[in-house]
């Protein structure tokens, strides 16, 4: 569902008249968008979870399959 909700420029109008009137699925508006990032920005969240872990465990040997949250405003 949400392929044609994020891609409903790319069908056709019957396809998006079906999805509109059977099923009740609409586009998806500007702020459901996922935002896309750029390299900059990657390398930047990168790094300030690398400072983050570092200030918590002392260590930069992360386990493979970690996923740090990074807190709101550090």
Request: overall charge negative; aromatic content about 6%.
């Amino acid at each position: 569902m949400n392929a044609q909700r994020f891609g409903w420029e790319q069908l056709l109008p019957v396809q998006q008249w079906i999805l509109e009137n059977t099923l009740k699925i609409t586009p998806t508006e500007e702020d459901e968008r996922p935002v896309k990032r750029t390299q900059d920005t990657m390398w930047a969240l990168n790094l300030t979870a690398a400072r983050q872990f570092h200030a918590r465990e002392g260590h930069l040997q992360v386990p493979r399959k970690h996923v740090e949250h990074l807190e709101d405003g550090g």
